[in-house]
């Protein structure tokens, strides 16, 4: 195994400004070769897709790279994946979907931990609907949410489940395979929110025993738009609103509208770019990604410690991310005594140092809230694949100095 980060760093031009990224949650920089095969994508003939003109060749070619090389990230089908403008989008498109064959008594159940893009989609549509929503709960005190959380909210009428394969804001990284069994057995559809997950771990929908999985490429080094997988069997039988000529094929049954070819070359590259993260492995990309992604899992972990390890040196800090399983992500906060707007004073302070770990809920609304941090939320530093130690060190030294600087 060899996990080269001077290497890897250099592949990406906005590291040369000299910012040490934390905000990998939010979205990665871009590594040159996702930027250059978008160029390449737009500077070669590009039109519909077909088999006519080069046009025609260079968008199908794109079309179909882009879905292997998603099915292989994803341990899914290629013709089970759906291209979309944001995981956001997606999952309201099919919330609608869904939601067509819900009647007044159905349930569906959403979760405090999750982004509120997995949950304000099946709440509106749930509403629409006349059925009814039912929470699951979180452990506060350890950021955990557990098979029993979910058991206890559902009953032979729920219709479907939404939970988050990892939280976004904290990190927890729930037993998905074990809640799908629970959803199954009562008769329920399965949707994972993959969106903070797929940058972390290698996928198989299958393991996880989703139904529906969504994930982002500007995640995991790609540009920004959504991807949907789910079985296409599954997709088969569902009807969603479309135009009359549009192809009624699975997937592309599910894309409205022309897709953005430009993205889905960069989102095949990205996957490229994954699957080297490990310079000695070989084999299929999907085993080439299983290798980098374990490289990866175990570069994040060292860091990860460091960090744990730095924030427990110094006080003044809560820090809310305590699960036993989690993704290199951690919410703090501070104490009372240096303000009530700490946490974005801190997020500036380290922006001023050229460390970007913004402040905020970051759209895990319900979790925030849980956590009794109300709608301000904390400050969250994530790491990224090209997060390295000078980083880490340079994160931990601003911190140090805020807290000395706010404590006079």
């Keep these: 195994m060899t996990y080269d980060i001077t290497a890897l760093r250099a592949l990406f031009p906005a590291l040369s400004s000299g910012t040490a990224h934390f905000d990998g949650p ?18 070669n003939p590009l039109s519909n897709r077909g088999q006519v003109t080069a046009g025609e060749r260079n968008a199908d070619a794109i079309v179909t790279g882009a879905r292997a090389a998603m099915a292989d990230l994803l341990g899914a089908q290629p013709s089970g994946i759906v291209f979309g403008r944001s995981a956001t989008q997606l999952t309201y498109d099919f919330s609608r979907t869904l939601a067509a064959s819900w009647v007044p008594g159905d349930e569906v159940v959403v979760t405090r931990l999750d982004h509120d893009a997995n949950i304000r989609p099946w709440v509106q549509a749930a509403e629409r609907a006349g059925a009814t929503v039912r929470w699951a709960d979180f452990d506060p005190a350890t950021g955990e949410l557990t098979p029993d959380h979910l058991r206890a909210v559902l009953s032979d009428r729920t219709r ?4 988050t394969a990892a939280s976004n804001l904290i990190g927890t990284r729930p037993a998905v395979a074990e809640m799908s069994r629970l959803a ?3 008769g329920a559809l399965f949707w994972v ?3 903070h997950y797929t940058a972390h771990a290698l996928v198989d929908i299958d393991a996880l025993g989703a139904d529906f999985f969504v994930c982002s490429p500007y995640k995991f080094l790609g540009p920004h738009h959504g991807v949907l997988a789910a079985r296409p069997e599954l997709l088969d039988t569902l009807r969603p609103d479309k135009l009359l000529p549009s192809s009624d094929a699975v ?15 960069g989102t095949r590259t990205a996957v490229d770019v994954l699957a080297g993260l490990d310079a000695d492995a070989t ?19 060292t860091l990860r410690t460091l960090i744990d390890h730095g924030l427990a040196d110094l006080d003044g800090i809560t820090v809310h991310s305590r699960a036993a399983e989690r993704t290199p992500t951690v919410l703090l906060t501070f104490d009372e005594a240096f303000g009530e707007h700490a946490t974005q004073d801190a997020s500036r302070f380290l922006a001023e140092r050229d460390v970007h770990a913004p402040s905020g809920t970051f759209y895990a609304i319900e979790a925030s ?6 709608d301000s939320g904390g400050l969250r530093v994530g790491l990224a694949p090209y997060t390295g130690t000078d980083d880490v060190d340079r994160l931990l030294t601003g911190l140090a100095l805020f807290l000395k600087q706010a404590s006079r």
């Design 184 to 186: 199954h057995e009562a």
């Design 26 to 43: 939010g979205g990665t920089q871009t590594p040159r070769p996702v930027i250059e095969a978008i160029t390449e994508a737009l500077a």
């Design 369 to 374: 809230r849980r956590l009794g941090l109300g």
């Design 251 to 265: 997937p592309e049954r599910f894309e409205l509208g022309t897709l953005p070819y430009e993205l889905l070359a």
């Design 193 to 195: 929110d993959g969106v």
């Design 160 to 163: 479907l489940v939404a939970v």
């Design 283 to 301: 084999g299929s990309r999907r085993e080439r990604l299983a290798a980098s992604l374990a490289a990866l899992h175990r570069h994040e972990e």
